[in-house]
C-alpha cells in the first residue's frame, strides 16, 4: 500500500508565500516522475509543475519565475514553493507520483489534497 500526504497549504495575502510538501511512504520500490496539480472551484484540474527522476521541471506559464518545484528522493518528498502569490492561484493543490511497487508493477497514486487561499 502507498500513501501521498500533501501538508503546507493555507491562508495567506497576494504577494505571501507558502511551501507546500508532499510526501510518499508503503511499499515503494522506486519513484519516477512527481507532479503538483490544482483544482480550482468550477475549474478543470490542471498540472501546476512537475519534476522527473533526474531533476528535470517544467511548469504551467501561469507560475512561472514564482513557483519552484523540487523533491528530496532519499526522503520519497517533493516540494512546491510558491511565491507572489495571487488570489487565482487559490485551489486545492494535489501531487500526483508514479510509484514502482515492484519489478513489474508501476503506477500513479494521487494525495488528499491541500486548501491554499489567496486573499487580495
Known amino acids: 500500500q502507498v500513501q501521498l500526504v500533501e501538508s503546507g497549504g493555507g491562508l495567506v495575502q497576494a504577494g505571501g508565500s507558502l511551501r507546500l510538501s508532499c510526501a510518499a511512504s508503503g511499499s515503494i520500490f522506486s519513484i519516477n516522475a512527481m507532479d503538483w496539480y490544482r483544482q480550482a472551484p468550477g475549474k478543470q484540474r490542471e498540472l501546476v509543475a512537475g519534476?522527473?527522476?533526474?531533476?528535470?521541471?517544467n511548469y504551467v506559464d501561469s507560475v512561472k519565475g514564482r513557483f519552484t518545484i523540487s523533491r528530496d528522493a532519499a526522503k520519497n518528498t517533493m516540494f512546491l514553493q510558491m511565491n507572489s502569490l495571487r488570489p487565482e492561484d487559490t485551489a486545492v493543490y494535489y501531487c500526483k507520483a508514479r510509484i514502482r511497487t515492484s519489478f513489474l508493477r508501476e503506477s500513479d497514486y494521487w494525495g488528499q489534497g491541500t486548501q491554499v487561499t489567496v486573499s487580495s
Open positions: 519534476i522527473t527522476v533526474g531533476g528535470n521541471t
